[in-house]
C-alpha cells in the first residue's frame, strides 16, 4: 500500500487543486472489511490506509469526508465491494448536502 503510485497521483492533484484555490470536498469510501478479512487484510493493515489518506489530506488543507466507521458495515457497500448501496447513498448524500450548505460533513 504504501509503495502504490496512486499515493503520487494523488498528491500531484492535491497539488494542483490548490494552486487553483479549489476548495473540494473529498470522499473516502470505506474498505469492504469482512471482504479483506477473509483476504488476509487484518484492521490495522486497513488503517494505516485510512491514517496514510486523513494526512496527506491534511496537509493540503482539504475536507475529507471518511466513511471508515463502516469499513466492516456489510450494507453499506453492494456485494461488500465497490459500489453503495441505497444506505451507503444515504451518507453520501447527506454529507454533499452538508458541504453545500455549509454544515461540517458528517461520516
Known amino acids: ?17 490548490t494552486r487553483v484555490h479549489a ?3 473529498l470522499f473516502s469510501m470505506p474498505i469492504a472489511g469482512d471482504l479483506y478479512d477473509r483476504k ?3 484492521r490495522s493493515a486497513r488503517e ?12 493540503y488543507h482539504f475536507r475529507l469526508v471518511e466513511f471508515e466507521g463502516h469499513d466492516e458495515d456489510s ?7 465497490s ?3 441505497a444506505k451507503g447513498w444515504i451518507y453520501y448524500d447527506r454529507a454533499l448536502d452538508d458541504f453545500f450548505h455549509g454544515r461540517a460533513p458528517r461520516s
Open 1 to 17: 500500500m504504501n509503495a502504490s503510485a496512486a499515493w503520487i497521483d494523488l498528491e500531484l492533484l492535491l497539488r494542483t487543486l
Open 23 to 25: 476548495s473540494p470536498l
Open 40 to 42: 488476509g487484510v487484518s
Open 48 to 59: 494505516d490506509y485510512y491514517i496514510k489518506l486523513r494526512a496527506l489530506v491534511q496537509r
Open 75 to 81: 450494507p453499506f457497500l453492494y456485494r461488500h465491494q
Open 83 to 85: 459500489h453503495l448501496t
